[in-house]
C-alpha cells in the first residue's frame, strides 16, 4: 500500500516533469530539437487525416481515429520546447513568438481547442464532420506560421 503511493506519487512527479512547464532539456537547442520533432510527427499525423478529409486515400474511420490520437498527443508537447532560453536558438520561429508571448499561447491554445474538435469528429466516425473539424485545425496552424513562422525558403 505505502509502496503503491509512493509509486503513483513518483509517476505524477515524472509526468510532471515530462509534460509541464518546467520540462527539463539538456540544451536550448535539444528544446528546439524536440518542439520540431513533435510538430512534425504531428504534421504528418494530420497530414493522413487530411489525405481522406480531401479523397486522396479512401476514408477509413479507424485509420483516421488512430492519426488523430496521435496528431491529439503531440499537439500537447512543443509549447515546453519554446522556453526563453531557445529565443536564441537559430529556428523558423519569429523573435514576435517570443515577445508577444500571450499571443502565441492563445494561439497554441486554440489549436489544440481545434483539435479536440477533431477527436469527437473522428469519433462520430463521420467523414463530413471530420473534414469540417480538419479544416479548423489546419486553420489554427496556419494562423501561428502566418504570424509566428519565417517562410520556408
Ligand atoms: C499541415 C501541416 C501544417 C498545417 C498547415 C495548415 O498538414 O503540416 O503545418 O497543415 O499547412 O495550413
Given at each position: 500500500m505505502k509502496h503503491t503511493l509512493a509509486a503513483g506519487l513518483l509517476a505524477g512527479a515524472m509526468l510532471a516533469l515530462s509534460t509541464g512547464a518546467s520540462a527539463q532539456f539538456q540544451t536550448p537547442e535539444a528544446a528546439v530539437k524536440y518542439r520540431q520533432s513533435a510538430l512534425s510527427v504531428m504534421g504528418t499525423h494530420f497530414g493522413r487525416v487530411g489525405a481522406m478529409a480531401n479523397g486522396r486515400v479512401p476514408f477509413d474511420a479507424k485509420v483516421a481515429q488512430d492519426n488523430i490520437a496521435v496528431v491529439e498527443t503531440m499537439?500537447?508537447?512543443?509549447?515546453?520546447?519554446?522556453?526563453?532560453?531557445?529565443?536564441?536558438?537559430?529556428?523558423?520561429?519569429?523573435?514576435e513568438a517570443y515577445k508577444e508571448a500571450a499571443k502565441f499561447k492563445e494561439m497554441s491554445d486554440k489549436m489544440q481547442a481545434e483539435v479536440t474538435k477533431l477527436v469527437a469528429a473522428g469519433k462520430t466516425g463521420n467523414l463530413d464532420q471530420i473534414k469540417t473539424a480538419f479544416g479548423g485545425v489546419g486553420a489554427s496552424c496556419k494562423a501561428c506560421h502566418d504570424a509566428y513562422q519565417v517562410p520556408a525558403r
Open positions: 499537439s500537447k508537447l512543443p509549447w515546453a520546447g519554446f522556453g526563453a532560453e531557445t529565443e536564441k536558438v537559430t529556428s523558423r520561429t519569429k523573435p
